[in-house]
């Protein structure tokens, strides 16, 4: 389909005999929010992995925005236009909130910044007003000043978010976006992913929390022992016995 940002296709992973992925086909459309499920052992984070230079695949194809990400290094993948969010915050704690969202602003301009010193000048000014409109969007902006070090665990998480946001990335990929989180928090930063929706950015979501899956994707792929075994729209997932038997023993849909 033309409208996929990122076609996986017959990708395959082992490590030792294990087979962690076996010939994983998926594909994500253009600005939509695509959840990727299943128990644990799936395979996910392998999955994820591999779409962020982490795992190079054994075999198959994974193609973004019409090029092939294997062989490029995490840096040139970031760069293609793919963030992450870790499930580990990797933020800077000795720096202000406004400091850690401005890093990854510059980064992305980097180029910009040699031009002279009235462009770098203007460069910086459009930058801190991006990152000041972003800590406004998260919810951040009372604690621009904070040091991160002092914040709590799920601003931490919301700065995070900002920091990849202010990349502009084509898909960004959260990973477990609410693990460990209550559920007023939980509920919190769904209400911000779907605020965030208004930009547009694809989104792929690993998540155990089906109330958020539930509530964010469009489509939703489960894993089961290194493969997709089921895609559909929730209420198709929900439904379908398939899941559920994949499920026995773990999380409840
Ligand atoms: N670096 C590694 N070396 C060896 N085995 C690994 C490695 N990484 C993952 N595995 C194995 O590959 C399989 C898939 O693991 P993966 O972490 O991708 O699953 P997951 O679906 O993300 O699980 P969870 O929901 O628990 O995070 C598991 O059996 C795991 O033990």
Redesign the pocket.
């Known amino acids: 389909m033309t409208n996929d940002i990122l076609s996986i296709s017959g990708v395959g992973k082992r ?2 005999g ?1 087979r ?1 992925l076996d010939d994983v086909n998926l594909n994500v459309r253009q600005g939509s929010v695509h959840a990727i499920i ?10 994820l992995n591999c779409l962020v230079g982490r795992i190079i695949p054994d075999e198959g194809s994974v193609t973004f925005d019409g090029g092939s990400l294997l062989g490029h290094s995490p840096h040139q993948i970031n760069q293609a236009g793919i963030a992450r969010v870790f499930q580990t915050p990797e933020i800077f704690g000795e720096l202000s909130v406004m400091e850690n969202v401005m890093i990854p602003a510059f980064a992305r301009k980097d180029g910009a910044f040699r031009i002279n010193a009235w462009a770098r000048a203007r460069e910086r000014r459009a930058v801190r007003e991006e990152a000041e409109h972003i800590l406004d969007d998260l919810n951040l902006w009372e604690q621009r000043d904070q040091i991160v070090n002092s914040m709590s665990r799920g601003d931490k998480r919301r700065l995070e978010l900002a920091m990849c946001l202010v990349q502009h990335p084509k898909l960004l990929l959260l990973d477990e976006p609410t693990a460990g989180m209550s559920r007023a928090d939980t509920n919190n930063t769904v209400d911000l992913l779907k605020k965030i929706a208004e930009r547009g950015i694809t989104k792929v979501i ?1 998540e ?1 929390d089906m109330h958020v899956v539930f509530s964010l994707a469009e489509t939703v792929s489960v ?1 089961a022992q ?1 493969t997709v075994i089921a895609e559909g729209t929730p209420e198709q997932i929900k439904a379908s016995d398939k899941v559920q038997e994949a499920y026995l023993g773990g999380a409840h849909l």
Do not use: E, Q, R
């Not at 299943?38 to 999955?47: D, H, I, R, V, Y």
């Open positions: 490590f030792g294990l962690a299943g128990p644990n052992g799936a395979g996910k984070s392998t999955l690993i155990h894993m290194g």
